[in-house]
């Protein structure tokens, strides 16, 4: 551990010195020593001035419109973060490894999401396997001035990212007959458990509910579970229990408060984490992350391309822009990500600037033009409106 | 509700055994209860299974026997704690004999090792079970969250991630295999497209996840278009399956029948079972060329209410008059089916998982009583 530090340390030192040229051999040779039991991710170190920089991905349907929004906030709130646009717009896999080497260089990187439907390259090649960005965390929480027929939902999410169902490991041996494959690792399996409890410790939550289906797939998620009681073993202040996955989502729809914290592998965590969205108010409120060991990606929680709302002025901001502040709170920029989210949190509690999804008639631009005046008129300084 | 088409009915009814089955081979056969034997009375396989099954179906005895009902019930006990096969061959034999069953479900145990199969599925697998439907409606003395839900869910229950192909080529790593074939996927499409037209429907949507599972679910979804093609006046839509349990939980109405592969009829349909008020409501139907068998939707063991007089016999109830209907006993299938439903208008009545506090055999007692004071003939309370 002193010898990862002593690297990271002597980054943080050759960094500003050289640029950015030496940034991929420290990250290299950090990632070499570092174990495999690693601490919380560090973020990377401002460059010239103190301004960080951040990779863009704008990606299809709304969120390039979104990003604009994001971008136009930060200028307005004076933060220091500097976006590189990377564009993915055809499919050929130039672009996504352009995007990727992007992220490499920068540390972190806000995206929306690429229209996977029409003959994409495979999931393997995504930034999430590439970038072993293993953990998606989704902070499910019931708004106070969002109207659902839910109330006092609090659930985190944490969802295996890189492996399970998404291996995209099919063949057609036999005509007409498709295997998919499904791989379940122990390495990963730990991982994601230890990410699981550390954050769970970290809030200070109370318990982690392991969901699986391991009456069935004995082998698979019979060792995902058998992951999650030994890192269980090892943090016995933290209650655990186990649940499948169908009653899990039976239970989410009928008393969603009795959940806390709930870990699982990627296809139950799609499932699932869709289901809690669209508890608390539906895919425009909740945002995501994406974390790895060395890097960290954000984004909107449930994924959507949101074709048909695109350019419309009428998608609701509110994830990407929960999504930019927890990108914040990485680079340990927490006074612009507390001014922000409250900021956004009080103009959600405006039933009139409600955007459609959520039953009101507000445009985007409008709740954009409300944060920025509840910013300004907190005091801080800031651009001019 | 069950009405299958009466001419094609009547053509087959008097044919011989080696016609039966060549038609079987068919996909657009329909489904032949088993003829009644002597003296006009069903023979159904029994199995009680482990937790709330035993009890439910003891009611379901009792009800029968109150109603004079004309089916008589083989009783087959699985054991779930042994690890030999007997017990569930012995079970599928007397499904094959007697065409039908009502089952509670067999508690599948963690701990046993990798080569145990759960014995539900075996059940399934082995009688070739392909298609499970669930109806999810909303009932009126019911008070949810959602109303006017009417969701028919159509399951593949045969392949799909349940196949049991699991194997730890190297140590630590584990592959799961996922079965999508053409034909089972032809089939159950089928399956879906007929029943919404024969029920009335407007609408069939495919669950998937072609997206990622761009072989598997993307054969499976090209298979629901080709059969859509074949049923004009029938709407068919597909939807991503993280979109569909998101929609679920915000606007249900929107959704009328559903067909998709094993594990997301698994979740969507819990979902569903959630949303109209819980497992103790929703029965379910497994349907193959030959064989049915009906149980709960959600196929819960409630291992944890067992023999406490507190679970719900609505959805084991409800079960039974499905397959009344499968046995042509429509007369019988409406008298119980309209009582469980009165029954459960009246919340003083309402067991645990509703919110109230009745007791199971109160619940009992008072469908039956609701069934004689409707006037056929029964024996006494």
Same mark, same amino acid.
């Given at each position: 551990?002193?010898?990862?530090?002593?690297?990271?340390?002597?980054?943080?030192?050759?960094?500003?010195?050289?640029?950015?040229?030496?940034?991929?051999?420290?990250?290299?040779?950090?990632?070499?020593?570092?174990?495999?039991?690693?601490?919380?991710?560090?973020?990377?170190?401002?460059?010239?001035?103190?301004?960080?920089?951040?990779?863009?991905?704008?990606?299809?349907?709304?969120?390039?419109?979104?990003?604009?929004?994001?971008?136009?906030?930060?200028?307005?709130? %004076?933060?220091? #973060?500097?976006?590189?646009?990377?564009? #993915?717009?055809?499919?050929?896999?130039?672009?996504?490894?352009?995007?990727?080497?992007?992220?490499?260089?920068?540390?972190?990187?806000?995206?929306?999401?690429?229209?996977?439907?029409?003959?994409?390259?495979?999931?393997?090649?995504?930034?999430?396997?590439?970038?072993?960005?293993?953990?998606?965390?989704?902070? %499910?929480?019931?708004?106070?001035?969002?109207?659902?027929?839910?109330?006092?939902?609090?659930?985190?999410?944490?969802?295996?990212?890189?492996?399970?169902? =998404?291996?995209?490991?099919?063949?057609?041996?036999?005509?007409?007959?498709?295997? %998919?494959?499904?791989?379940?690792?122990?390495?990963?399996?730990?991982?994601?458990?230890?990410?699981?409890?550390?954050?769970?410790?970290?809030?200070?939550?109370?318990?982690?509910?392991?969901?699986?289906?391991?009456?069935?797939?004995?082998?698979?998620?019979?060792?995902?579970?058998? %992951?999650?009681?030994?890192?269980?073993?090892?943090?016995?202040?933290?209650?655990?229990?186990?649940?499948?996955?169908?009653?899990?989502?039976? @239970?989410?729809?009928?008393?969603?408060?009795?959940?806390?914290?709930?870990?699982?592998?990627?296809? =139950?965590?799609?499932?699932?984490?869709?289901?809690?969205?669209?508890?608390?108010?539906?895919?425009?409120?909740?945002?995501?992350?994406? =974390?790895?060991?060395? =890097?960290? #990606?954000?984004?909107?929680?449930?994924?959507?391309?949101?074709?048909?709302?695109?350019?419309?002025?009428?998608?609701?901001?509110?994830?990407?822009?929960?999504?930019?502040?927890?990108?914040?709170?990485?680079?340990?920029?927490?006074?612009?990500?507390?001014?922000?989210?409250?900021?956004?949190?009080?103009?959600?509690?405006?039933? @009139?600037?409600?955007?459609?999804?959520?039953?009101? @008639?507000?445009?985007?631009?409008? #709740?954009?033009?409300?944060?920025?005046?509840?910013?300004?008129?907190?005091?801080?300084?800031?651009?001019?409106? | 509700?069950?009405?299958?088409?009466?001419?094609?009915?009547?053509?087959?009814?008097?044919?011989?055994?080696?016609?039966?089955?060549?038609?079987?081979?068919?996909?657009?056969?329909?489904?032949?209860?088993?003829?009644?034997?002597?003296?006009?009375?069903?023979?159904?396989?029994?199995?009680?299974?482990?937790?709330?099954?035993?009890?439910?179906?003891?009611? &379901?005895?009792?009800?029968?026997?109150?109603?004079?009902?004309?089916?008589?019930?083989?009783?087959?006990?699985?054991?779930?704690?042994?690890?030999?096969?007997?017990?569930?061959?012995?079970?599928?034999?007397?499904?094959?004999?007697?065409?039908?069953?009502?089952?509670?479900?067999?508690?599948?145990?963690?701990?046993?090792?990798?080569?145990?199969?759960?014995?539900?599925?075996?059940?399934?697998?082995?009688?070739?079970?392909?298609?499970?439907?669930?109806?999810?409606?909303?009932?009126?003395?019911?008070? *949810?969250?959602?109303?006017?839900?009417?969701?028919?869910?159509?399951?593949?229950?045969?392949?799909?991630?349940?196949?049991?192909?699991?194997?730890?080529?190297?140590?630590?790593?584990?592959?799961?295999?996922?079965?999508?074939?053409?034909?089972?996927?032809?089939?159950?499409?089928?399956?879906?497209?007929?029943?919404?037209?024969?029920?009335?429907?407007?609408?069939?949507?495919?669950?998937?996840?072609?997206?990622?599972?761009?072989?598997?679910?993307?054969?499976?979804?090209?298979?629901?278009?080709?059969?859509?093609?074949?049923?004009?006046?029938?709407?068919?839509?597909?939807?991503?399956?993280?979109?569909?349990?998101?929609?679920?939980?915000?606007?249900?109405?929107?959704?009328? &029948?559903?067909?998709?592969?094993?594990?997301?009829?698994? &979740?969507?349909?819990? &979902?569903?079972?959630?949303?109209?008020?819980?497992?103790?409501? /929703?029965?379910?139907?497994?349907?193959?060329?030959?064989?049915?068998?009906?149980?709960?939707? *959600?196929?819960?063991?409630?291992?944890?209410?067992?023999?406490?007089?507190?679970?719900?016999?609505?959805?084991?109830?409800?079960?039974?008059?499905?397959?009344?209907?499968?046995?042509?006993?429509?007369?019988?299938?409406?008298?119980?089916?309209?009582?469980?439903?009165?029954? /459960?208008?009246?919340?003083?009545?309402?067991?645990?998982?509703?919110?109230?506090?009745?007791?199971?055999?109160?619940?009992?007692?008072?469908?039956?009583?609701?069934?004689?004071?409707?006037?056929?003939?029964?024996?006494?309370?």
């Amino acid at each position: 551990m002193a010898a990862s530090s002593a690297v990271l340390s002597m980054s943080k030192i050759i960094k500003p010195i050289w640029g950015g040229r030496l940034a991929t051999t420290a990250k290299v040779f950090g990632a070499t020593v570092s174990s495999r039991r690693e601490k919380s991710t560090v973020p990377p170190p401002a460059k010239y001035g103190g301004r960080h920089t951040v990779t863009l991905i704008p990606g299809d349907g709304i969120g390039p419109e979104l990003l604009n929004h994001v971008r136009e906030l930060f200028r307005f709130s %004076c933060v220091p #973060v500097d976006f590189e646009v990377v564009n #993915v717009c055809s499919a050929t896999e130039d672009d996504i490894n352009n995007a990727i080497t992007a992220i490499r260089r920068n540390g972190v990187a806000l995206k929306g999401r690429r229209n996977t439907l029409t003959m994409s390259p495979p999931v393997s090649l995504s930034p999430s396997t590439t970038l072993d960005l293993y953990a998606n965390v989704m902070h %499910c929480k019931s708004l106070p001035g969002v109207q659902t027929r839910h109330n006092n939902i609090d659930i985190m999410i944490i969802r295996e990212n890189t492996e399970g169902e =998404y291996s995209s490991l099919e063949h057609e041996s036999v005509s007409g007959v498709v295997e %998919c494959l499904k791989i379940i690792t122990r390495t990963n399996s730990l991982r994601i458990a230890e990410y699981a409890f550390k954050l769970a410790r970290e809030k200070g939550r109370k318990r982690v509910t392991a969901v699986h289906k391991a009456n069935i797939m004995k082998l698979g998620d019979g060792l995902f579970l058998q %992951c999650c009681r030994e890192v269980a073993a090892g943090y016995p202040d933290i209650a655990f229990d186990a649940m499948i996955v169908d009653n899990t989502t039976m @239970q989410l729809v009928s008393k969603p408060q009795q959940f806390d914290v709930m870990v699982m592998p990627n296809l =139950y965590g799609n499932v699932v984490s869709n289901v809690c969205a669209g508890l608390v108010g539906g895919p425009g409120l909740v945002p995501g992350a994406n =974390y790895g060991r060395d =890097y960290a #990606v954000f984004e909107t929680a449930t994924r959507n391309t949101g074709k048909s709302i695109a350019d419309r002025n009428i998608a609701n901001p509110t994830a990407m822009l929960l999504a930019s502040c927890m990108m914040l709170d990485h680079l340990k920029l927490h006074d612009y990500a507390t001014m922000i989210r409250n900021a956004v949190l009080t103009t959600m509690n405006e039933t @009139q600037l409600h955007t459609a999804d959520i039953g009101g @008639q507000g445009t985007t631009s409008e #709740v954009v033009q409300a944060i920025m005046r509840n910013i300004q008129s907190k005091g801080p300084l800031t651009s001019e409106l | 509700i069950f009405n299958l088409s009466p001419s094609l009915e009547f053509v087959l009814i008097f044919q011989p055994a080696g016609v039966r089955v060549l038609y079987s081979l068919l996909w657009f056969c329909v489904f032949q209860p088993p003829p009644a034997r002597y003296g006009g009375r069903h023979t159904v396989t029994l199995i009680p299974g482990d937790g709330i099954g035993p009890e439910l179906l003891s009611h &379901v005895r009792e009800l029968f026997r109150f109603c004079c009902v004309p089916v008589d019930f083989e009783v087959v006990n699985v054991d779930s704690t042994m690890t030999s096969e007997d017990d569930i061959n012995d079970a599928i034999t007397a499904i094959r004999r007697n065409g039908v069953a009502l089952k509670g479900n067999i508690e599948t145990n963690h701990n046993l090792p990798p080569s145990f199969i759960s014995r539900n599925n075996l059940l399934r697998t082995s009688l070739d079970l392909y298609a499970n439907v669930m109806h999810c409606q909303s009932l009126p003395g019911v008070r *949810t969250r959602h109303r006017n839900i009417d969701i028919i869910i159509i399951r593949e229950n045969t392949e799909g991630e349940y196949s049991s192909l699991e194997h730890e080529s190297v140590s630590g790593v584990v592959e799961c295999l996922k079965i999508i074939t053409r034909t089972n996927s032809l089939r159950i499409a089928d399956y879906a497209f007929r029943l919404a037209r024969e029920r009335g429907r407007r609408r069939v949507t495919a669950v998937h996840k072609a997206n990622i599972m761009s072989l598997g679910d993307g054969l499976f979804l090209q298979c629901c278009k080709e059969v859509a093609a074949g049923y004009q006046d029938i709407a068919f839509d597909a939807m991503i399956v993280d979109n569909t349990t998101m929609q679920l939980v915000s606007k249900p109405q929107q959704f009328d &029948v559903m067909v998709m592969p094993n594990l997301y009829g698994n &979740v969507v349909s819990n &979902v569903c079972a959630g949303l109209v008020g819980g497992p103790g409501l /929703v029965p379910g139907a497994n349907y193959g060329t030959d064989y049915a068998v009906f149980e709960c939707g *959600t196929r819960n063991t409630g291992k944890s209410i067992a023999d406490g007089n507190i679970a719900n016999p609505t959805a084991m109830l409800l079960a039974s008059c499905l397959l009344l209907d499968h046995l042509r006993l429509h007369a019988y299938a409406t008298m119980i089916r309209r009582a469980v439903i009165a029954t /459960v208008t009246e919340t003083r009545l309402h067991t645990a998982d509703l919110g109230g506090q009745g007791s199971t055999s109160d619940v009992v007692q008072s469908i039956m009583k609701e069934i004689q004071s409707t006037g056929p003939l029964t024996q006494n309370i």
